[in-house]
């Protein structure tokens, strides 16, 4: 099996998650910018933390063959202290260049506040003007129904911003269909205590189909599983999908979203 993990916090996790994942199929993993299990006080150490993601961790991963890519922003669960924000997202387009970063995120919300809708309208235009693509974080449990509807008003007030180059994460079953009628991506992130389970995810794909749809582990510091994406594959076999069915969703799928940015290639396209 191959399979994309299209949204990794690897910062997170040890060496042996990266062989434990290339060992599994996984081809690449790109790495969203997010929340250090503590608030940062400085924009320096945002400064750090960009270096870590674009150099460090690229370097780690190496060492078992993965290319390593990813997003920057300020995670939305440090967005209300607007003025940081604002230093943290004017050191961003010095780091945009870097050969692994794909474009802006995780950004998007997280108690829906005033704050954050404010930092979340100053990343999509950062976005707008640097033409970059855009990953966007929905809030948890019963915020998250209306935390998509603010973040799809904000991306439609923007003309700049084209729809399919907007993946919007963490989708569930009653959010799911607004974002594919908005023409953007959904993500359905795995979890084994909230968020997707892997059964939850494959009913998703029943119901709604596969087209503009992926999977992720997120794997970040709380409880998660870097191996759900696979697991879930295991899953959707067992009902019945077809060998090339799932490989449309666990590779071809975020291939086809995340090419839109030139610099994301594997090693066989050359």
């Known amino acids: 099996?191959?399979?994309?993990?299209?949204?990794?916090?690897?910062?997170?996790?040890?060496?042996?998650?990266?062989?434990?994942?290339?060992?599994?199929?996984?081809?690449?993993?790109?790495?969203?910018?997010?929340?250090?299990?503590?608030?940062?006080?400085?924009?320096?150490?945002?400064?750090?933390?960009f270096g870590q993601l674009t150099e460090h961790e690229p370097r780690r991963a190496a060492r078992y063959g993965l290319p390593h890519f990813c997003w920057l922003c300020i995670n939305p669960k440090?967005?209300?202290d607007t003025r940081l924000a604002?230093?943290?997202?004017?050191?961003?387009?010095?780091?945009?260049?870097?050969?692994?970063?794909?474009?802006?995120?995780?950004?998007?919300?997280?108690?829906?506040?005033?704050?954050?809708?404010?930092?979340?309208?100053?990343?999509?235009?950062?976005?707008?003007?640097?033409d970059q693509l855009i990953l966007v974080h929905t809030p948890h449990l019963e915020d998250k129904l209306k935390g998509t509807r603010l973040i799809l008003d904000v991306l439609r007030a923007d003309s700049r911003i084209r729809p399919e180059r907007v993946l919007i994460d963490h989708v569930e079953e009653h959010t799911v269909r607004m974002v594919l009628d908005h023409g953007h991506w959904g993500g359905m992130t795995l979890y084994p205590i909230s968020k997707c389970t892997?059964?939850?995810?494959?009913?998703?794909?029943?119901?709604?189909?596969?087209?503009?749809?992926?999977?992720?582990?997120?794997?970040d510091w709380g409880e998660s599983v870097p191996l759900a994406v696979p697991r879930t594959a295991l899953e959707m076999r067992r009902r019945g999908w077809s060998a090339a069915a799932v490989d449309r969703v666990v590779y071809q799928n975020p291939v086809r979203f995340l090419s839109q940015c030139p610099k994301f290639r594997l090693p066989e396209e050359g």
């Open 198 to 219: 892997p059964a939850r995810a494959v009913d998703i794909l029943d119901v709604y189909g596969s087209d503009r749809l992926w999977m992720n582990s997120a794997c």
């Open 78 to 80: 440090e967005s209300e």
């Open 86 to 130: 604002e230093d943290v997202i004017a050191l961003i387009p010095e780091f945009l260049g870097r050969p692994t970063v794909l474009g802006i995120g995780e950004i998007g919300l997280n108690k829906n506040s005033r704050n954050e809708l404010r930092v979340l309208e100053m990343h999509v235009d950062l976005a707008a003007r640097h």
């Open 1 to 49: 099996m191959r399979y994309i993990e299209p949204h990794g916090h690897m910062v997170s996790r040890t060496t042996d998650d990266y062989l434990d994942m290339v060992t599994a199929g996984c081809a690449a993993v790109c790495e969203p910018a997010f929340w250090a299990g503590f608030d940062r006080g400085s924009a320096s150490g945002f400064r750090d933390y």
